[in-house]
């Protein structure tokens, strides 16, 4: 049981780049969650899922898109990388109001 | 809107002394989830404890301990007898149980220290 499995766990872009974070849980949660992490500001929801097909914008979704194509993919899209979008960003599933669980993180550097 | 604030940015303690982690929180909603996380420098978010707003009563797992008051909009997060493995970033956060069904709102966390 792998539980909330992101993919990779780092990479460097350029700035102009796209890129694709992907996130998979195998809990057959409903819910599902994107967050950054910035130093000193905690955990920022970019975007969510609260069933398959649907998504929401979060706290701070300029600069991405998100895919929600069966219930345990989440995806999280970059198009034209920048490096304000340099963070750690981290995925997350639930059941209907129990815990969240998440990934390990995405290490993300835009140069 | 929903809030949490976290004032200590960092604390230093030396190991076996007690410590005591802030956290006050800001919502309009009579039902919401409070939670704590921990972040060790690995960089993995632990689940530590959840919290129904109905449930006032002050919870104990170990030497860890957390005291709910909703008067003071306050769950605090208690070390007792510290040890180098508790230093780690701590964060506490607020759920709401609206149309956003489980959706967190961090603090910025708080980096705990604990020197041997």
């Known amino acids: 049981n792998a539980g909330v499995t992101q993919t990779p766990k780092f990479q460097v872009l350029k700035t102009g780049q796209s890129m694709t974070l992907q996130c998979a849980q195998d809990m057959n949660h409903n819910s599902m969650y994107w967050y950054r992490q910035d130093p000193g500001m905690g955990l920022r929801l970019i975007y969510y899922?609260?069933?398959?097909?649907?998504?929401d914008k979060g706290e701070v979704p300029n600069g991405y898109n998100v895919s929600r194509l069966n219930k345990r993919e989440f995806s999280l899209r970059l198009e034209s990388a920048a490096p304000s979008q340099t963070s750690v960003y981290f995925c997350?599933?639930?059941?209907?109001?129990?815990?969240?669980?998440f990934g390990d993180g995405t290490r993300l550097s835009i140069l | 809107a929903q809030k949490v604030t976290q004032a200590q940015t960092e604390i230093s303690v030396v190991e076996k002394e007690d410590v005591t982690l802030d956290c006050v929180y800001e919502?309009?909603?009579?039902?919401?989830?409070l939670f704590w996380y921990k972040q060790p420098p690995s960089g993995e978010l632990v689940f530590l404890i959840r919290?129904?707003?109905?449930?006032?009563q002050n919870e104990i797992s170990g030497r860890y301990s957390w005291n709910f008051q909703k008067s003071t909009s306050s769950f605090n997060f208690t070390i007792t007898a510290s040890q180098v493995v508790d230093s780690a970033v701590y964060f506490c956060?607020?759920?709401?149980?609206?149309?956003?069904?489980?959706?967190?709102?961090f603090g910025r966390g708080t980096q705990l220290t604990v020197w041997p």
């Open positions: 919290r129904n707003s109905f449930d006032e």
């Open positions: 919502t309009r909603d009579t039902t919401y989830y």
């Open positions: 997350a599933s639930q059941y209907n109001d129990q815990p969240q669980h």
């Open positions: 956060a607020l759920s709401d149980r609206g149309s956003t069904l489980g959706r967190l709102y």
């Open positions: 899922s609260a069933s398959e097909g649907t998504t």
